[in-house]
C-alpha cells in the first residue's frame, strides 16, 4: 500500500542521467533526496532526470528537485527534465518551477 | 446545500498511510462523478494536506481525520487533528508549493478556521455545464 520509487543512474563519459520511476511524496521523499543530492554532487556534469516512468510527485519532491538544482548551480551545471506526464507537468506549470528547469 | 453521504478516514500520522489517502479519495470523487483529470487534481491536494498534517504533527503516534461531505453540488473534505499549537498548518510552509498546489486545484480552501473541529477545509464544486441555446 505504501508508495514505491526506484531511481537509477548512470554517469558516464557521455551523460548524466537520472530515471526515477514511481512515486515520490512524503513516505519515498527521504531516500530519494540522498540519492539525488550524492548524484549531483558526484557528477560533473549537466544532468538529465528522465520521468517517463514517474506516476506521482507531491511539493515535497518538487522541493527536492529544487535542491538539486541549487547544487548543480553552484558548479555551473544545470539539471533538465524529460518525458515528464502531464499530470506532473502541471504541478510544474501551477508551481512555476517549468521557469526554473529546462523541460523537455 | 444539504449533505448527502459523509465518509470518514482515520489514519496515522505516519508518511506511508499518505498513499492510502490518495487511494481513498480517488475513490470517492470518481465515485461521486468528476471526471479524471479532477479526480487527479483533487488527490494531489488532499495528499498535500496529509502531508503537511504529518510534518507539523511532531509525533508519528497521533491520528488524523479526513472527512468527505458529499452534497448535490460540491464535495468537501475536512482535515481534524488533535495536534497541539496547530491553527495554521501551512503556516510556516516555507517554500509555499504545498499552498500553491491547493489553491490551484480546489475552488475554496479554509486555512486557519477559529473555532471549527477541523484544521482545513476544501471545497471542489462540481462543474455547471450551461445548455442555454440548445
Redesign the interface.
Known sequence: ???ELIMTSVDSDQEAKVVVSG?I???TARQFKEKLYQFVDNSTKDIVIDCSDLD?I???G??IF?GALKKARLTDRNISLENIRD?IRK?FN??GLDKLFIIR | MESRDKIVVKLPCKPEYVSVARLTVSGVASRIGFDIDTVEDIKVAVSEVCSRIISVAGSSEKQYEIWFDISAKKLTISFSAKIERINCIFEDDEDGLGAAIINAFMDEVEYCPEGKDYILSMTKNFEVISCNGL
Do not use: A, P, Q
Open positions: 500500500m505504501s508508495s512515486e511524496d512524503i513516505y506521482y507531491d511539493s515535497t518538487l522541493g529544487v499530470n504541478l501551477i508551481t
